[in-house]
């Protein structure tokens, strides 16, 4: 995650002036690839690959199961609602909600932090160094309702 | 649907070990840690929230993200979105480094990071979540 991009998204999205849907795959009244193409076209102008990198895996599906949390209901309306995360102070209320799961009782950080990152090709050593910028790291360690209705004890990282 | 996102609409979010995150609220510390997580890079960010771009690559990251001080505490309730907490508004910095295809990332050591926000806090929401 990255609140750099994702408040350059919100506000290109805003420019456009269209609601987005409330599925999870894209906006109402524009098309799911001109979507992309419109934040696609902001990450171009102004993002950085280091950033892009952390994104966790379906793989983890399997360890999940039906222990999984729950995502929270909602979402930011910088993005339609669509996806369930909120991005405190920087594209919402600094007071929104800083995690993505619900039925949790515990503690939680959040920030977005900016620096540089040293990129190596292993193949051509090539060595380039680059910013990255806001980066959006997450955790919530507590307890929670799984989606099978348990109460877990878990650490959470959204990265 | 984007891989990164469970088909529950789990936004990119994944298990850490328990020893992954330390809390102190007195001092406004807390630190996150992972070794070698598993992730995808998806080039840009609306293939990571749509796909149907470039096919994701495996990568792993590692990180240490240290959050400290007390700029500032904020109790919130939100009936809206049913959660309340304790929030600690502070500073963080973070090192760390990656592996994806031929590429190896190493950041700067975390001194020279900055966070543009940082809050630590306890909260509770959902079936959890009670005004008082």
Do not use: C
Not at chain 1, 9 to 37: I, T
């Amino acid at each position: 995650m990255n609140a750099t991009q994702l408040r350059a998204a919100s506000e290109r999205a805003s420019r456009v002036n269209s609601p987005y849907a409330q599925a999870n795959h894209g906006p109402k009244g524009l098309s799911r690839r001109e979507f992309v193409r419109t934040t696609a076209g902001v990450v171009a102008a102004g993002a950085v690959a280091a950033t892009g990198l952390w994104r966790p895996s379906l793989a983890y599906g399997a360890a999940f199961a039906s222990s999984d949390p729950v995502p929270i209901p909602g979402g930011t309306p910088g993005l339609g609602g669509a996806f369930h995360i909120y991005a405190p102070a920087a594209i919402d209320s600094i007071d929104a909600e800083p995690i993505t799961i619900t039925d949790f009782n515990g503690f939680v950080g959040l920030t977005y932090l900016s620096g540089t990152v040293t990129r190596r090709n292993r193949v051509t050593r090539e060595v380039v160094e680059l910013p990255f910028l806001g980066a959006d790291m997450r955790f919530m360690h507590g307890i929670y309702r799984g989606a099978d209705g348990r109460i877990r004890q878990g650490t959470f990282g959204f990265v | 649907m984007n891989p990164g996102i469970a088909p529950s609409g789990l936004f990119w979010t994944t298990a850490l070990p328990e020893n992954a995150v330390k809390v102190n609220l007195g001092d406004g510390s807390a630190v996150m840690q992972a070794t070698n997580l598993s992730v995808l890079d998806f080039g840009d960010f609306g293939n990571s929230l749509f796909g149907g771009g470039v096919p994701p690559v495996p990568a792993t990251v590692s990180f240490t993200v240290r959050w400290s001080g007390v700029l500032d505490r904020a109790k919130v309730v939100s009936t809206d979105t049913g959660m309340t907490g304790e929030f600690i508004r502070n500073t963080a910095q973070m090192e760390w480094s990656a592996t994806v295809g031929d590429f190896d990332f190493v950041s700067a050591p975390a001194e020279t990071s900055a966070s543009d926000f940082a809050e630590i806090g306890q909260e509770r929401n959902g079936t959890f979540f009670t005004r008082g």
